[in-house]
């Protein structure tokens, strides 16, 4: 059973920065595509990025429109950790923040695909992401 313990969330200004960590255990990673979601309160969860994984026959990384040249996710596997580098944050950006991470061996089946969250089998329990001057 994977276990997915998200952490580094908490309240920053506007323009500030934070990184968020995604630590997994009961199984190493690598073959899994990880990615971040975030739910602000009172909406629906979206897609925020995703990372590529080995044997996907794709590299690379996928972002949401609204976090693009703002966030950066990385993915450490000996660490079986994946990152999420927040820059600029804005009011925005406030949310709870969940990493994820699809069943392994999963078949890479384009961006679409990456972005629903039903693609993803495991699931963190949640970071709170308060920007707030």
């Known amino acids: 059973q994977v276990q997915l313990i998200g952490s580094g969330g908490g309240s920053v200004q506007p323009g500030g920065s934070l990184r968020l960590s995604c630590a997994a255990s009961?199984?190493?990673?690598?073959?899994?595509?990880m990615g971040w979601f975030r739910q602000a309160a009172g909406k629906e969860r979206e897609f925020v990025a995703v990372?590529?994984?080995?044997?996907?026959?794709?590299?690379?990384?996928y972002y949401a429109d609204s976090v693009k040249g703002r966030f950066t996710i990385s993915k450490d596997n000996a660490k079986n950790t994946v990152y999420l580098q927040m820059n600029s944050l804005k009011p925005e950006d406030t949310a709870v923040y969940y990493c994820a991470a699809t069943s392994g061996g999963t078949i890479y089946m384009g961006a679409d695909y990456l972005r629903q969250s039903s693609t993803y089998m495991y699931w963190g329990q949640g970071t709170q992401v308060t920007v707030s001057s």
């Open positions: 009961g199984r190493t990673l690598s073959s899994h595509a």
């Open positions: 990372v590529s994984w080995s044997g996907s026959g794709w590299s690379g990384t």
